[in-house]
Antibody, heavy 119, light 108 residues
Framework: QVQLVQSGAEVKKPGSSVKVSCKASGGTFSSYTIAWVRQAPGQGLEWMGRIIPIPGIANYAQKFQGRVTITADKSTSTAYMELSSLRSEDTAMYYC????????????WGQGTLVTVSS | DIQMTQSPSSLSASVGDRVTITCQASQDISNYLNWYQQKPGRAPKLLIYDASNLETGVPSRFSGSGSGTDFTFTISSLQPEDIATYYCQQYDNLLALTFGGGTKVEIK
Protein backbone atom coordinates (compact mmCIF):
# COMPACT_ATOMS: atom_id res chain seq x y z
CA GLN A 1 0.00 0.00 0.00
CA VAL A 2 1.54 3.25 -1.16
CA GLN A 3 1.99 6.06 1.34
CA LEU A 4 3.23 9.56 0.52
CA VAL A 5 4.85 11.78 3.15
CA GLN A 6 5.63 15.39 2.33
CA SER A 7 8.11 17.85 3.77
CA GLY A 8 7.09 20.50 6.27
CA ALA A 9 5.60 23.95 5.93
CA GLU A 10 7.60 26.73 4.32
CA VAL A 11 7.56 30.53 4.53
CA LYS A 12 9.17 32.26 1.57
CA LYS A 13 9.80 35.78 0.36
CA PRO A 14 8.35 37.00 -2.92
CA GLY A 15 10.71 36.26 -5.80
CA SER A 16 12.33 33.29 -4.10
CA SER A 17 11.89 29.57 -4.79
CA VAL A 18 10.54 26.66 -2.79
CA LYS A 19 11.23 22.95 -3.14
CA VAL A 20 8.78 20.50 -1.63
CA SER A 21 9.52 16.80 -1.28
CA CYS A 22 7.23 13.78 -1.36
CA LYS A 23 8.63 10.48 -0.12
CA ALA A 24 6.88 7.29 -1.16
CA SER A 25 6.80 4.00 0.69
CA GLY A 26 5.16 0.75 -0.31
CA GLY A 27 4.75 -0.29 -3.92
CA THR A 28 7.39 0.23 -6.59
CA PHE A 29 8.23 3.92 -6.92
CA SER A 30 9.51 3.66 -10.47
CA SER A 31 6.23 2.14 -11.68
CA TYR A 32 3.87 5.00 -10.89
CA THR A 33 3.33 8.62 -11.74
CA ILE A 34 3.48 11.36 -9.11
CA ALA A 35 1.40 14.48 -9.61
CA TRP A 36 1.36 17.80 -7.79
CA VAL A 37 -1.91 19.57 -7.02
CA ARG A 38 -2.24 22.84 -5.17
CA GLN A 39 -5.06 24.47 -3.27
CA ALA A 40 -5.08 28.15 -2.37
CA PRO A 41 -6.78 29.03 0.94
CA GLY A 42 -10.52 28.49 0.63
CA GLN A 43 -10.19 27.65 -3.06
CA GLY A 44 -10.40 24.63 -5.32
CA LEU A 45 -7.86 22.13 -6.62
CA GLU A 46 -5.36 22.91 -9.36
CA TRP A 47 -3.21 20.34 -11.17
CA MET A 48 0.35 21.58 -11.63
CA GLY A 49 2.02 18.68 -13.36
CA ARG A 50 3.33 15.14 -13.09
CA ILE A 51 6.46 13.05 -13.36
CA ILE A 52 6.84 9.51 -14.55
CA PRO A 53 9.96 8.31 -12.68
CA ILE A 54 10.93 5.98 -15.48
CA PRO A 55 11.79 7.44 -17.98
CA GLY A 56 11.86 10.62 -15.89
CA ILE A 57 9.48 12.58 -18.09
CA ALA A 58 7.64 15.54 -16.57
CA ASN A 59 4.55 17.29 -17.88
CA TYR A 60 3.45 20.71 -16.64
CA ALA A 61 0.23 22.67 -16.72
CA GLN A 62 0.61 25.59 -19.08
CA LYS A 63 -0.03 28.05 -16.26
CA PHE A 64 3.14 26.92 -14.49
CA GLN A 65 5.40 26.32 -17.49
CA GLY A 66 8.78 27.93 -16.91
CA ARG A 67 8.23 28.31 -13.16
CA VAL A 68 7.80 24.74 -11.95
CA THR A 69 10.18 21.82 -12.07
CA ILE A 70 9.15 18.34 -10.99
CA THR A 71 11.83 15.73 -10.46
CA ALA A 72 12.17 12.29 -8.95
CA ASP A 73 14.99 10.47 -7.21
CA LYS A 74 14.47 6.75 -7.66
CA SER A 75 17.22 5.91 -5.18
CA THR A 76 15.26 7.49 -2.33
CA SER A 77 11.71 7.06 -3.74
CA THR A 78 11.22 10.79 -3.46
CA ALA A 79 9.58 13.25 -5.82
CA TYR A 80 10.20 16.98 -5.70
CA MET A 81 8.31 20.05 -6.85
CA GLU A 82 10.22 23.31 -7.14
CA LEU A 83 8.35 26.54 -7.82
CA SER A 84 10.31 29.69 -8.58
CA SER A 85 9.60 33.42 -8.77
CA LEU A 86 7.15 33.08 -5.92
CA ARG A 87 4.41 35.66 -5.46
CA SER A 88 1.71 36.06 -2.86
CA GLU A 89 -0.79 34.22 -5.06
CA ASP A 90 1.33 31.09 -4.71
CA THR A 91 0.39 30.83 -1.05
CA ALA A 92 -1.33 27.48 -0.95
CA MET A 93 -1.35 23.91 0.27
CA TYR A 94 0.68 21.78 -2.11
CA TYR A 95 -0.18 18.10 -2.39
CA CYS A 96 1.58 15.25 -4.09
CA UNK A 97 -0.50 12.28 -5.18
CA UNK A 98 -0.07 9.12 -7.15
CA UNK A 99 -1.72 9.60 -10.52
CA UNK A 100 -3.12 6.43 -12.04
CA UNK A 101 -1.41 5.65 -15.34
CA UNK A 102 -4.58 4.97 -17.34
CA UNK A 103 -7.49 6.60 -15.52
CA UNK A 104 -5.55 9.54 -14.12
CA UNK A 105 -7.22 9.56 -10.75
CA UNK A 106 -5.25 10.75 -7.74
CA UNK A 107 -4.87 8.24 -4.94
CA UNK A 108 -3.35 8.23 -2.42
CA TRP A 109 -2.41 11.78 -1.53
CA GLY A 110 0.31 13.17 0.65
CA GLN A 111 -0.68 15.11 3.74
CA GLY A 112 0.02 18.45 2.07
CA THR A 113 2.69 21.12 2.53
CA LEU A 114 1.64 24.69 3.28
CA VAL A 115 3.73 27.25 1.43
CA THR A 116 3.26 30.84 2.55
CA VAL A 117 4.69 33.64 0.43
CA SER A 118 5.00 36.83 2.40
CA SER A 119 7.36 39.75 2.63
CA ASP B 1 -8.23 23.83 -21.10
CA ILE B 2 -11.47 21.98 -20.45
CA GLN B 3 -13.61 23.91 -17.97
CA MET B 4 -15.55 21.93 -15.37
CA THR B 5 -18.57 23.71 -13.91
CA GLN B 6 -19.99 22.28 -10.71
CA SER B 7 -23.31 23.21 -9.19
CA PRO B 8 -24.40 24.13 -6.71
CA SER B 9 -21.33 25.63 -5.06
CA SER B 10 -22.84 24.80 -1.68
CA LEU B 11 -25.90 23.07 -0.30
CA SER B 12 -27.52 22.34 3.02
CA ALA B 13 -29.52 19.16 3.53
CA SER B 14 -30.90 17.05 6.35
CA VAL B 15 -29.56 13.69 7.46
CA GLY B 16 -31.17 11.04 5.29
CA ASP B 17 -31.80 13.37 2.36
CA ARG B 18 -30.82 12.57 -1.20
CA VAL B 19 -28.12 14.97 -2.39
CA THR B 20 -27.27 15.58 -6.04
CA ILE B 21 -24.33 17.51 -7.47
CA THR B 22 -23.82 18.20 -11.14
CA CYS B 23 -20.63 18.71 -13.12
CA GLN B 24 -20.66 20.04 -16.67
CA ALA B 25 -17.66 19.87 -19.00
CA SER B 26 -16.99 22.54 -21.61
CA GLN B 27 -16.54 19.80 -24.22
CA ASP B 28 -17.22 16.10 -24.63
CA ILE B 29 -15.02 14.13 -22.21
CA SER B 30 -16.67 10.72 -22.67
CA ASN B 31 -16.62 9.13 -19.20
CA TYR B 32 -13.19 10.47 -18.26
CA LEU B 33 -14.35 11.88 -14.95
CA ASN B 34 -13.47 11.22 -11.31
CA TRP B 35 -15.07 12.43 -8.06
CA TYR B 36 -13.37 13.29 -4.77
CA GLN B 37 -14.41 14.09 -1.22
CA GLN B 38 -12.37 16.57 0.82
CA LYS B 39 -13.03 17.00 4.52
CA PRO B 40 -11.78 20.15 6.27
CA GLY B 41 -8.03 20.11 6.85
CA ARG B 42 -7.59 16.85 4.96
CA ALA B 43 -6.35 15.79 1.55
CA PRO B 44 -8.98 14.79 -1.02
CA LYS B 45 -10.12 11.20 -1.24
CA LEU B 46 -11.08 9.37 -4.43
CA LEU B 47 -14.70 8.19 -4.39
CA ILE B 48 -15.67 7.45 -7.98
CA TYR B 49 -13.66 6.90 -11.16
CA ASP B 50 -14.68 6.73 -14.81
CA ALA B 51 -17.88 8.63 -13.96
CA SER B 52 -19.71 5.75 -12.32
CA ASN B 53 -17.34 3.24 -10.74
CA LEU B 54 -17.19 3.18 -6.96
CA GLU B 55 -13.69 3.05 -5.50
CA THR B 56 -13.08 0.03 -3.26
CA GLY B 57 -14.21 0.63 0.30
CA VAL B 58 -16.43 3.62 -0.51
CA PRO B 59 -19.99 3.29 0.88
CA SER B 60 -22.65 2.37 -1.64
CA ARG B 61 -24.74 5.46 -0.83
CA PHE B 62 -22.34 7.33 -3.12
CA SER B 63 -22.87 7.01 -6.86
CA GLY B 64 -22.05 8.74 -10.11
CA SER B 65 -23.47 8.82 -13.60
CA GLY B 66 -23.21 10.61 -16.91
CA SER B 67 -21.09 10.83 -20.02
CA GLY B 68 -20.19 13.39 -22.64
CA THR B 69 -20.58 16.79 -20.99
CA ASP B 70 -23.05 16.21 -18.15
CA PHE B 71 -22.35 14.27 -14.99
CA THR B 72 -24.12 13.70 -11.69
CA PHE B 73 -22.86 12.71 -8.26
CA THR B 74 -25.40 11.47 -5.72
CA ILE B 75 -25.45 10.68 -2.03
CA SER B 76 -28.59 8.56 -1.61
CA SER B 77 -28.96 9.16 2.13
CA LEU B 78 -26.84 11.94 3.60
CA GLN B 79 -24.93 11.02 6.76
CA PRO B 80 -23.22 13.37 9.24
CA GLU B 81 -19.80 12.04 8.18
CA ASP B 82 -20.48 13.13 4.58
CA ILE B 83 -19.96 16.79 5.47
CA ALA B 84 -17.23 17.79 3.05
CA THR B 85 -16.48 19.51 -0.23
CA TYR B 86 -16.86 17.39 -3.35
CA TYR B 87 -14.89 17.88 -6.57
CA CYS B 88 -15.14 16.47 -10.06
CA GLN B 89 -11.99 16.07 -12.20
CA GLN B 90 -11.65 15.41 -15.93
CA TYR B 91 -8.82 13.55 -17.60
CA ASP B 92 -9.79 13.84 -21.25
CA ASN B 93 -6.90 16.28 -21.81
CA LEU B 94 -3.93 14.54 -20.20
CA LEU B 95 -1.74 17.63 -20.36
CA ALA B 96 -4.34 19.78 -18.63
CA LEU B 97 -6.19 17.90 -15.94
CA THR B 98 -8.83 20.14 -14.40
CA PHE B 99 -11.18 20.10 -11.45
CA GLY B 100 -14.59 21.55 -10.87
CA GLY B 101 -14.89 24.42 -8.43
CA GLY B 102 -16.24 22.21 -5.67
CA THR B 103 -19.53 21.75 -3.85
CA LYS B 104 -19.62 22.25 -0.10
CA VAL B 105 -22.17 19.98 1.59
CA GLU B 106 -23.48 20.94 5.01
CA ILE B 107 -26.08 19.53 7.37
CA LYS B 108 -29.25 21.53 7.83
Amino acid sequence: QVQLVQSGAEVKKPGSSVKVSCKASGGTFSSYTIAWVRQAPGQGLEWMGRIIPIPGIANYAQKFQGRVTITADKSTSTAYMELSSLRSEDTAMYYCAREDYTRHWFDPWGQGTLVTVSS
Amino acid sequence: DIQMTQSPSSLSASVGDRVTITCQASQDISNYLNWYQQKPGRAPKLLIYDASNLETGVPSRFSGSGSGTDFTFTISSLQPEDIATYYCQQYDNLLALTFGGGTKVEIK
